[in-house]
Nanobody, 124 residues
Framework: QVQLVESGGGLVQAGGSLRLSCAAS????????VGWFRQAPGKERDFVSA????????YTADTVKGRFTISRDNAKNTVYLQMNTLKPEDADVYYC?????????????????WGQGTQVTVSS
């Protein structure tokens, strides 16, 4: 069982940066692939980025490639999403999720555990 808690969301001006954190409970966190997804009101939850258990493999959506960077610190049971050059269209609720394999990392239904989400607001 893994419990996930996101933090780091907030209000930022367009062009600014935020770093989201996903803190996990459980001693086996280092065995899990972790993904970030985002969702606007009334829309589907979209894949943003994912990182393998060891951190060796990273997957990133084209819409944020070059601006967002995912990383993890297994000693701290935490995965980070560094978001730079933020745009108004990046404003969403961001969720982290965990799964125990690398199959379908871009597909939200393959994830077993989810956090409660953190709001990111970008002003133009």
């Amino acid at each position: 069982q893994v419990q996930l808690v996101e933090s780091g969301g907030g209000l930022v001006q367009a062009g600014g940066s935020l770093r989201l954190s996903c803190a996990a409970s459980g001693r086996t966190f280092s065995r899990y692939t972790v993904g970030w997804f985002r969702q606007a009101p009334g829309k589907e939850r979209d894949f943003v980025s994912a990182i393998s258990a060891s951190g060796a493999f990273v997957y990133t959506a084209d819409t944020v490639k070059g601006r967002f960077t995912i990383s993890r610190d297994n000693a701290k049971n935490t995965v980070y999403l560094q978001m730079n050059t933020l745009k108004p269209e990046d404003a969403d609720v961001y969720y982290c999720a965990a799964k125990d394999d690398l199959v379908g990392v871009r597909v939200l239904d393959t994830y077993n555990y989810w956090g409660q989400g953190t709001q990111v607001t970008v002003s133009s």
